[in-house]
């Protein structure tokens, strides 16, 4: 791989807006090279050379993350960026790319692009990511950068924007941990997107069944490789996981060399913030969620064996299996090559 030009200084705000989000160094530690230094060179690595897509599996929290724990997916794209958080543009020198995703409840949109590095950590900069995050640091810099960045996205209830809206598109990583799958794209392919995405209507139709972030994710690896993704009828029961897409997107990719098949993980940043959970597909939500697993085995056993039975058959994918992690003392080499000296990641 061969990497661009990318330095720890390297701003990542939308056209016009110069302020930087700021947190005081009284208040948190630094990491200058850290972990968050890697990911972002693992991620734009080739852009210099070759663009790239990226599915992004991140894994359920909370309470809804309970009840439903099947995650919630995005796309990177890092050879693409925002001008607006609703208009996408060919990045320039020294930008790393957007993330894009559906989401519910935002503004009416279908979709929002955000910069990788507010996206992952909330802030512009990466030796402003810290090592160790409190929930109270991680709102205000949530709100910081909305406030510089965001305006057209903040509704009149600033505390539901606080609450429900700044936590789904910045510093996803305080929150979640997130599983990469990327591969090669080109220059013709990518203005396609951009061109197709700014021309149609942007208008949100969100059904947790049938038009969902996996739905939306599936949608734009479709675009990049036509009827390369598909849902899975038995084992998610036709609704759209993200999970499943990531298993279907590494079986089109193992098969195609050319493609430039990578995986790894992001781990989600220490801190007072719950941890987050492996994501699972509809049946194995059935199969491994006490709850539910005990109330179907004793209504209906047989349907809890039926059910298991599919799962095992057709439902299982690692996401973690042979994803590199990056140890410290190999980050200035990572960052350097653009080739990290990896180990095998172990499940948390």
Known sequence: MIVGTLTASTMLNFPGNTSAVTVGVSEMKRCTLGFAMWVVVALVATRSAHGNVALLVEEPYGLFGTVNPTGHSAIYLNRVCAESPTMLRRCGPDETGVVISR???IRRLDWVAIP?????????RVQDVPEWAAKTDVARMREEYAEAHLGDLTSTTQGDDRKKVWPQLLGVAYTRKIYSFEVETDE????????????RGNDSHFNLFTKNCADFSRSVLNFYFPRAIHRSITADVAITTPK????AFAGYAHHRESL??????IPQVPGDTPRSHMPRGV??????TKGYVVSIAVLQPYVMLGIAATYLTSGRFDLAKNSPVIPLMDQVF??????PEVAPATPE
Request: charged content about 25%.
């Open 103 to 105: 989401y519910s409840g």
């Open 116 to 124: 990788l590095l507010p996206y992952l950590y909330a802030v512009e």
């Open 188 to 199: 013709e392919q990518d203005d396609s997107l951009i061109a197709e995405f700014n021309s």
């Open 244 to 247: 499943q897409i990531a298993k």
């Open 260 to 265: 430039e098949f990578r995986k790894f993980v």
């Open 283 to 288: 049946l194995e939500s059935l199969v491994k």
């Open 334 to 339: 990572t960052l350097v090559s653009g080739k």
